[in-house]
């Protein structure tokens, strides 16, 4: 008998399908699973992580608990999916192999790991075998397949160890922060090794934007040859004074080149998922394309690779789609010779993200399209030849420059089509010509604040800064949304994230910094490479919390937080105030949540809402209904505006 153990149970139905021509689909403990008679073979689908690592339910209580006890504890492990663990048991106690088919990667490798450690409780003797493979084709499990290996121990204990650390880490400052401020339960304060320091860059980066003081700078056109050439001055008067003195200008030099445009590099999982933010957030993006991973129609999701390896046929792949959608683009690259673009980042588990199977808009749902597509496009985008174009410079005296570029050759432009390509006409010019001036201009501006972080932005700095892995800062992004640390996509923080990183910043900073949570992926990785001991990495994060336990102000720190809250709470009131709550005389409000809404300040002990339109811009405005003494609410949308009482 033999024990297929897949990562879910979509991934063990296409892998018992592509393995087996008598699949039976059964069921025990409500837990699908897929057996072939002939064969004598099972395959179950897990649902991830089965088991977890927690504290004693002793421990349990956050009040009574000294913080210092969580370092001294033993870690407890906890079955999550009681039904698919019982099923895994006994499914395997009368087995003679158990090959581990879950996804390869470093949680991959841990949750096959922790099947193992299960099954060898009822089956201690039993062979253990595992297979590894980028993409659910039936070329790429039969090879997986014909191939076995062993497990990678190394790398599932560095994931084993980052469970760990990270419950530590989490649990600890949550309840430091969250008992110094006194907010418990639902309202608890929400911290941790990776989302503090991705907080602290979204907060720094807003108050870099207000305290950003703009410098006003004035740009002066020339207009020649029916366009305009264009130089800055710091002051209005040396700009008037320039043009006041010319009324011809001489072309100092004219330059006419064709340049070629980069391609995008192959798609890894931080390129992916910042392009993906386009069209939903990095959390969803990354759901669909886990699902078209299992569904057979991409490669794995999670990858840090941007370089296709010599052993992946690009060819046969852009072949797969002359007869499908995508076959102009198929056509296109296969024309002009296949020449795959590469980034800086090479690993030898998974190729970059690309399609394995050809998919129609009928076979799948809107958002899944939208994802498949990118992924189609991309792949073909790093095949195909480069753009060019056709750049002309001049330089006028005094200074006045025009730059014009128009595309000649589309290249990987035609099929990667999500950003329109700008371009601009100036006519030639030959050196030494005089021009006569037929326009003058002076045009007021101001410089700008940085930006604020895109979702996708975000993703590539957290990247940089070693800040999370691959498989996990889309999760972290989506948690700081879900404790309503932030809002909206450019992201803004709320108030209560300026409360809870000032906080931090002058109790405790160095939780904040990327530093350490950088070096503990580090750390991770000479695990699995087997340069560094589990327990050794462990050892230094419970000597790194101890020392912010012993040297942390906890009254200053609750000081902090209550302070920010009670000014949260005040511009709440001050910016979304719209009159007196007919129930109880608090101060109703526009609230927000899943969706927009009028709600009381006294909530919850008064629960008095209205409902609000969803579409449109909403402005409170400064008029007052004559018969409820509320404001009047107006709603702009499409270039249309009306108004009404929330009560009327």
């Known amino acids: 008998m033999w024990l297929i153990v897949a990562e879910k149970d979509k991934s063990a139905k296409r892998i018992a399908k592509i393995l087996f021509k008598d699949v039976k689909v059964l069921k025990k403990n409500r837990v699908n699973y897929y ?57 395997a106690k009368d087995v003679e192999r158990v090959t581990i088919a879950t996804d390869y990667d470093r949680e991959g490798e841990f949750i096959g790991l922790t099947a193992v450690k299960l099954i060898q409780k009822v089956n201690p003797n039993v062979k253990i075998d595992r297979v590894r493979f980028s993409a659910l084709t039936p070329v790429d499990i039969k090879r997986a397949f014909a191939n076995p290996t062993s497990l990678d121990y190394n790398l599932a204990k560095s994931a084993e160890v980052r469970h760990k650390i990270d419950l530590l880490w989490g649990a600890i400052l949550t309840r430091l922060l969250s008992l110094s401020a006194n907010r418990l339960g639902k309202d608890f ?33 020339v207009k020649v040859k029916g366009i305009y050439a264009k130089r800055k001055f710091e002051k209005e008067e040396e700009a008037k004074k320039v043009l006041e003195s010319i009324d011809v200008l001489k072309v100092l030099s004219f330059k006419k080149s064709v340049v070629e445009e980069k391609k ?4 890894n999982t931080t390129e992916f998922l ?21 569904e057979g129609y991409i490669s794995y999701p999670r990858t840090d690779n941007t370089v ?26 296969l024309k002009h010779g296949i020449e795959p673009s590469k980034g800086r980042k090479e690993t030898k588990d998974h190729p970059p993200i690309h399609p394995t199977a050809v998919a129609s808009r009928d076979e799948l749902g809107k958002d899944e399209w939208i994802v498949y597509e990118l992924v189609v496009k991309r792949f073909f985008a790093t095949l195909a030849p480069k753009a060019k174009w056709e750049v002309k410079r001049v330089e006028l005296e005094h200074g006045f420059k025009a730059m014009g570029k128009r595309l000649v050759f589309s290249g990987w432009r035609s099929i990667y089509d999500y950003t329109k390509p700008e371009e601009s006409f100036i006519p030639d010019f030959n050196v030494g010509e005089v021009l006569l001036v037929e326009e003058k201009k002076i045009k007021k501006e101001k410089t700008k604040p940085p930006s604020r972080y895109t979702t996708g932005t975000l993703i590539k700095v957290m990247e940089s800064l070693g800040l999370g892995t691959k498989s996990t800062r889309h999760e972290i992004i989506k948690k700081l949304y879900d404790r309503k640390y932030v809002y909206g996509n450019p992201i803004r923080p ?7 990183i000032n906080a931090l910043k002058e109790t405790v900073e160095v939780v904040t910094l990327p530093d350490m949570t950088a070096k503990l992926e580090r750390d991770m990785v000479a695990i699995a490479e087997g340069r560094m001991n589990e327990k050794e990495v462990l050892k230094e994060s419970i000597a790194f919390l101890s020392k912010v336990l012993k040297s942390v102000d906890r009254k200053r720190l609750g000081s902090i937080i209550r302070e920010g809250i009670e ?37 919850p002990k008064c629960k008095f809402s209205l409902p609000l339109p969803q579409r449109g811009r909403l402005v409170i405005t400064s008029k007052t209904c004559e018969k409820h003494g509320v404001k009047i609410l107006r709603i702009v949308e499409k270039g249309k505006k009306w108004e009404f009482c929330p009560l009327c």
């Open 308 to 333: 296709y390896p010599k052993t992946l046929n690009l060819k046969s792949l852009v072949e797969m789609f002359l007869k499908s959608e995508f076959r102009d683009h198929a056509e296109f690259v």
């Open 567 to 603: 000014k949260d709470r005040e511009d709440e009131i001050e910016k979304n105030a719209v009159g007196i709550c007919p129930k109880c005389g608090g101060i109703l409000l526009v609230k927000r949540a899943n969706k927009r809404f009028i709600g009381c300040s006294n909530y």
């Open 35 to 91: 057996f072939s008679p002939s064969n004598r073979a099972f395959v179950l689908g897990l649902k991830g992580h089965i088991v977890e690592y927690d504290f004693p339910e002793s421990l349990n209580n956050w009040r009574v608990t000294p913080l210092e006890s969580l370092l001294r504890a033993k870690f407890v492990v906890k079955v999550r999916e009681k039904n698919v663990v019982k099923t895994l048991l006994e499914l």
């Open 264 to 267: 995008p590099i192959p798609f």
């Open 189 to 221: 304060l929400s911290v941790g090794r990776v989302q503090s320091p991705t907080l602290r860059l979204i907060v720094e980066r807003e108050e870099q934007i207000k305290s950003f003081k703009s410098k006003f700078y004035y740009n002066a056109f």
């Open 274 to 294: 910042k392009e993906a933010s386009r069209f939903m957030k990095p959390d969803k993006a990354m759901a669909i394309a886990e699902n078209l991973y299992m």
């Open 494 to 500: 709320t108030n209560l994230a300026f409360a809870v």
